[in-house]
């Protein structure tokens, strides 16, 4: 890289992790309710998209604002992998460390994201009841709601899929869930996750596309070696009933960091992109996705896990899809 784009590169990230200004704040707590959530901390500053040349969107894409959520190095808050909408203003998150994240959605009288709320955390357990305690078990990618708010969690490094049942009243002991039975590498497995027509469907971050229920799974797309840098972090069911939502990342950091969202049909192909974010503009590791019914299109929410690192930012940014 140039001298010119290296230094236009550092400036935009910095511009990133600068802009907006706090819009709420709660004291970092570890103590747990009698319900299992404990208050997780954490504020929350308003971003835009960036430079210019950053962010593309298709036709009929609108962006409907985004947070920087800003958290203490020993909060909870960090590594999120996946989110999920409740259906009534709450969403919820799980992290690559083993918790689960509840908060609610801040909207402005015009429908844009403006902030989080009522940021409650809960750590995830094993098929013991105890809870998880360290990265090999606790390495959560992937999170759906499916029938009466069932939550699914998936996990690599150890690879499994877990119901931790309704989301009103968790298990403390998780039941296994059948999942693909591909060998996924290490730290490259069940990133995507979304609920299906009876059941779930899979996406693994090297490829592969399986539906499965409590019968088993069926392979729906081969996984074959990624021919470039892409790969899937994230899958959503389009709540209008046609097909899927995609997030797929690309993550050659630090000057060439990007994520995008594209549709995937019943038979996995996935089609044109939605929204494609690359510096200039904001950029970060894009992995999670939520979508809702709303007016005469779909809205979107996407996620971004920062590893824990303070060279990266969590980020939800919402966008109107006609």
Wanted: charged share 25%; glycine share 14%.
């Amino acid at each position: 890289m140039n001298r010119r784009l290296h230094v236009v590169a550092l400036i935009s990230l910095a511009l990133a992790a600068c802009a907006g200004a706090a819009v709420s704040s709660h004291p970092w707590t570890s103590g747990a309710a009698a319900d299992g959530w404990a208050p997780a901390g954490g504020s929350t500053r308003q971003v835009g998209l960036g430079w210019p040349g950053g962010a593309r969107l298709a036709q009929g894409v609108r962006y409907a604002g985004g947070v920087q959520l800003i958290a203490a190095p020993i909060s909870s808050l960090h590594g999120l992998s996946d989110l999920k909408l409740t259906g009534d203003g709450d969403f919820l998150a799980v992290s690559d460390s083993g918790d689960l994240v509840r908060g609610r959605l801040e909207l402005d009288a015009g429908g844009k994201l403006t902030g989080l709320d009522d940021l409650r955390v809960r750590r995830l357990t094993t098929a013991d009841g105890a809870p998880i305690a360290d990265k090999r078990m606790g390495d959560a990618e992937g999170l759906a709601l499916i029938g009466d708010a069932e939550v699914l969690v998936s996990f690599e490094r150890e690879h499994r899929l877990w119901s931790y049942g309704p989301l009103d009243a968790l298990h403390t002991k998780p039941e296994a869930r059948p999942h693909p039975t591909t060998r996924f590498p290490l730290n490259e497995g069940m990133e995507g996750l979304a609920a299906a027509p009876g059941g779930w469907r899979v996406g693994g971050e090297r490829g592969g596309v399986w539906e499965c229920s409590l019968e088993g799974c069926r392979t729906v797309v081969e996984p074959t070696a990624p021919s470039d840098s892409w790969r899937l972090t994230g899958l959503e069911r389009d709540p209008r009933g046609d097909g899927w939502f995609a997030v797929q990342r690309s993550w050659r950091p630090p000057f060439d960091v990007r994520a995008r969202v594209r549709r995937m049909d019943a038979d996995g192909v996935l089609g044109p992109v939605l929204v494609e974010l690359k510096l200039p503009g904001l950029a970060d590791n894009f992995e999670g996705v939520a979508a809702e019914a709303r007016g005469e299109g779909v809205r979107l929410y996407i996620l971004s896990d920062d590893n824990a690192n303070p060279a990266q930012k969590t980020l939800m940014l919402a966008f109107d899809v006609e």
